[in-house]
């Protein structure tokens, strides 16, 4: 957001206690970008013929006042993105304790391509979980 112009954020609505969050709202506030709190099942207007719906965090992974009953991490934002018959699911920090959340989507959450979780480490979503093909993209663009 310092480097690359912003229209738009995108957030769970949880508490976050860092200067990290506090340098983020700064941000936003100093140049006029556009803050939205979202919920499972939201959708987002203004991507032309692209589909983009929010599917996680679920309530119980949020805490508005404190930590996050489930670690931080697992109330990442999740979303999918479909256009033209492709689609990619970008999951954030999330860890396997929201497996059983994210999979409830059923059919939602298959998707073309997904972005390996919390930066492709052991606790994100299983290989091949979420995409016809297994494939999964991590770190730099390396393919697990």
């Known amino acids: 957001m310092e ?25 936003i506030g100093g140049r006029g970008i556009m803050r939205h709190t ?9 991507f032309g013929e692209a589909n983009v719906a929010i599917l996680h965090p679920r309530p119980e ?3 508005p006042e404190g930590d996050a ?7 990442s934002v999740v979303l999918r993105i ?3 018959g492709q689609s990619i699911l970008l999951t ?4 396997h304790e929201t497996d059983s ?4 989507w059923n059919a939602r959450v298959q998707s073309t391509l997904l972005k390996a979780a919390h930066h492709g480490s052991r606790r ?5 979980r979420s995409t016809a093909d297994g494939r999964n993209i991590v770190r730099g663009g390396e393919q697990v």
Request: contains cysteine.
């Open 38 to 46: 979202v919920v499972p099942g939201d959708t987002l207007a203004g």
């Open 92 to 95: 954030g920090d999330i860890e």
């Open 124 to 128: 994100c979503i299983p290989r091949g």
């Open 101 to 104: 959340a994210i999979l409830s």
């Open 69 to 75: 009953p489930e670690g931080l991490n697992n109330g």
């Open 61 to 63: 992974y949020l805490s």
């Open 82 to 84: 479909a256009y033209r």
């Open 3 to 27: 480097q690359v112009p912003v229209g738009h954020y995108v957030e769970p609505g949880r508490y976050y206690g860092s200067s990290t969050a506090s340098r983020i709202h700064e941000l």
